[in-house]
Structure formats: C-alpha cells, structure tokens
C-alpha cells in the first residue's frame, strides 16, 4: 500500500502540553488514519501520550506501525521517556499496542451513574450527615480568588493515587495552572464544577471533586478526579464531596443524562464510594507504556 504520512498544524497546544498531529493518506489521498502525540510539562516532560486511530477497512495493512514509528521518534526527539496509550478492553488497540512493545501498567474501570436512578433521600443522607471540623463550599468555573492558593496547595491530594505502574510524574500545581485549566474547559464551551471540604480550623481545603458537564446540560457529565489530602482521610470526605456533586448536577441540570467516571482498578477505596453512590460498571480501558 502507498502510504503517505503529513505533519499536521494543531491547535489543541494548552498552557502545559502541546500536541503533535500526523495524517496517513492513500495513493489517492484519502485519509486512513490519524495520530496525536501530546507533550506534557510542569512535571511531566519525561511524558507523552498517543491516540491512534485507523480506518477500520484499513487495519492490518501497515498504516498504525508507519504513524506509532512516525509517533515514537518525534517523542524520541522530544527526549521523552516514555509513550502512553489507551486502548478499551478486547479492541483491535488491545491486540496492536502489546505487539509493538508497549506493556500494560493499568486498568481502568468505568463507570456510570444514572441521574434518573439516583435515590434522592439517600442522597441527601450522606449529604447531610455531620463531618465535625469540616465544612463544604463549591463554585463553578474557575476557583474564587479567596480560595485560589488553598485549592493549589489542595491538588497533591493526586500526587500518590494508585498508578500501578504507570510512570506518570508528578504533575506540579500552582494557582496559573488551576487558572488555565478552568479556562480550558470553559474555552471548549463545557462547564466545570468543583466541590471541596473545608477544615473548619484554618479553612484550608481539605479535599475537591470536579465534574464537567456539556455546555448545554445534556448527555453525561464526566468526573474529572476526587482527592483528600493525606492528613484528613479517614473522615469520609470523598464520598461527602461527591454525594454533594451528584445533588448539584441533579438540580442545576434536569436534562443531564448521566455522570461518568473512571478509576484505576487497584485504587479500591474509591471505586468503593463510586459503588456506595449508586454508579454501574460500564468497561474497561487498558493503559500501555512504551518505554524509550
């Protein structure tokens, strides 16, 4: 097959990645495949991490190992690591990533929680019930200035979540970034929410949980990540803050489908107050390194 393989011009560059792109066309210069290399910094720049997608009527015929070769020595180039990868149990990506050299370093289960099966009353239970020393506030879109440098200082809550062996960095977090990334969720037109316990002590942020929906309230919305800083686990937090997400997103969104989230398999605590809240397995995605 004469495969020819274009440097594309992407704009999708955020304030800490940038992203590579690459067009595979035919002798006929249709399109048959893609891929994207997004390059991380602020703590990651040992990182990449690819999404390649072929034609279905063009697998097996060498178009995903031209663009993964074209992929990996851009990231060689850029001095990275090592390459990440996702791939949906069972998909061709399963079969094609092991047999390139990638190895899996985890698994991840997602989930989902109908809004229409949420019981209100029970809700309204863990909402309510008292978690002495701590207090809940939430805000939508980007953090409030009063809030800002505690909720920065809130996000190594993330820096020891179960990665198995993925070799993920730890990403540094200040106010700018948490800035940009509301910014970023706004600029696609989405809405982001967050919700945090408060330590009534200092009124300090003590743990945060987000969730984005679609800018027009339908369809699912998507928990971006729930975290309680090591000192005040052991207080119920997360499942506190994420009870107060589910009520938020039922009242503000009456035509919101559905909230989604995924969480690493070995990371059980969590998907245990996913289960508790109401949330039903949906599939399981495998994430693959490649190690340069």
């Known amino acids: 097959m004469s495969l020819r393989i274009t440097p594309l011009t992407d704009p999708a560059h955020g304030a800490h990645s940038r992203r590579l792109a690459w067009l595979a066309s035919d002798a ?14 602020g703590g990651q720049e040992h990182l990449a991490e690819l999404t390649l997608h072929v034609h279905p009527v063009e697998r097996r015929t060498g178009v995903g190992s ?17 390459v990440m990868a996702q791939a949906q149990a069972g998909s061709p990506g399963d079969h094609f990533l092991p047999a390139r050299g990638f190895r899996k370093v985890l698994t991840l289960r997602f989930a989902r929680l109908p809004l229409a099966d949420v019981d209100a009353i029970a809700l309204a239970e863990v909402i309510e019930r008292p978690h002495p020393g ?5 805000w939508q879109g980007t953090v409030p200035d009063d809030l800002a440098q505690t909720f920065a200082a809130s996000r190594r809550a993330m820096d ?11 990403v540094a977090w200040d106010v700018d970034r948490v800035r940009a990334a509301a910014k970023a969720v706004e600029e696609r037109g989405d809405q982001l929410h967050t919700v945090v316990a408060i330590d009534t002590c200092d009124d300090s942020i003590a743990g945060f949980t987000e969730l984005v929906v679609p800018g027009n309230g339908t369809g699912d919305g998507q928990h971006y990540g729930t975290g ?18 589910i009520r938020r997103a039922r009242g503000r969104y009456p035509d919101l489908g559905g909230l989604l989230t995924d969480t690493a398999d070995s990371n059980t605590h969590m998907r245990h107050i996913s289960d508790s809240l109401g949330y039903v397995p949906t599939h399981t995605t495998l994430q693959y390194q490649l190690d340069l």
């Open 134 to 138: 701590y207090r809940l506030a939430s």
């Open 28 to 41: 006929d210069s249709i399109p048959v495949g893609t891929a994207f290399l997004r390059l991380f910094d």
């Open 66 to 82: 031209r663009l993964l070769d074209t992929a990996v020595a851009a990231a060689r180039d850029n001095a990275r690591r090592c």
């Open 160 to 170: 020891d979540m179960p990665m198995d062996d993925t070799d993920h960095g730890t």
């Open 228 to 245: 309680v800083l090591p000192e005040h686990r052991g207080h119920g937090l997360g499942r506190w803050m994420k009870a107060e997400s």
